[in-house]
């Protein structure tokens, strides 16, 4: 069964203070692994989408990078304003077009100012 | 830029009625899926569609039916509502190559 798990389940960091957010998955064939952020009461907000093993991708303080096995989020002097629910996703591909994004439960993280 | 759109944002029911979402997704996009998200909880995948055909289903009660118009637009219909059926819905929407899916600002439905 495809399965995606994030760690930790809450991050609190202070300010400029630098850390990574994991997922790791298990699927059948992995078309694609995206990150999300999300907002309290809000849809989630595409941020990046990786295909293969040792893909990057950067997005100002944000970069995440892609193994067999999982993906981080590493997040480089983080402002208060990062503070959001970031969710990792996966698609995985089957022969009989297996469309369904599973994500994982998401990683809260908390910056003080 | 547009955005996937999703209507109405606030929806409030009473048990065993019915409801309607809308979502309209972004220019081009033939890929809709569609959500439910608990408080506190990760997006639980509902059902997807391609090109106006189903082409995936999770965790979707009989209650519930979905369906994707020639305009691509989608629409989910919520029948005999029932408490535990309050929840955010979203829809997102994507291309065929699946490079990005974009989420809508979703629906909140209370039944009370």
């Known amino acids: ?113 | 830029a547009a955005g996937v759109i999703q209507s109405p944002r606030h929806l409030i029911k009473e048990k065993r009625e019915t409801a309607t979402l809308k979502c309209y997704p972004i220019p081009r996009h033939d890929t809709v899926y569609w959500y439910q998200q608990g408080p506190g909880q990760d997006p639980q995948f509902l059902i997807s569609f391609y090109e106006k055909m189903q082409s995936d289903k999770g965790s979707i009660p009989d209650r519930f039916s979905a369906q994707q118009f020639s305009d691509y637009h989608s629409e989910l219909n919520m029948s005999s509502l029932e408490l535990g059926d309050s929840a955010l819905y979203f829809c997102a929407t994507s291309t065929e190559g699946h490079t990005e899916a974009f989420f809508g600002q979703g629906t909140r439905l209370t039944v009370v």
Do not use: M
């Open chain 1, 1 to 113: 069964e495809d399965q995606v798990t994030q760690s930790p389940e809450a991050l609190r960091l202070q300010e400029g203070e630098s850390s990574s957010l994991n997922c790791s998955y298990t699927v059948s064939g992995l078309r694609g692994l995206f990150w999300y952020r999300q907002d309290p009461g809000k849809g989630p907000e595409f941020l990046f989408t990786l295909y293969s093993a040792g893909e990057e991708k950067e997005k100002e303080r944000l970069k995440a990078t892609l193994t067999k096995k999982e993906s981080f989020l590493h997040i480089t002097a983080p402002k208060p304003e990062d503070s959001a629910t970031y969710l990792c996703a996966v698609q995985a591909g089957s022969v009989n077009r297996d469309d369904k994004i599973i994500f994982g439960k998401g990683t809260r993280l908390h910056i003080l100012p």
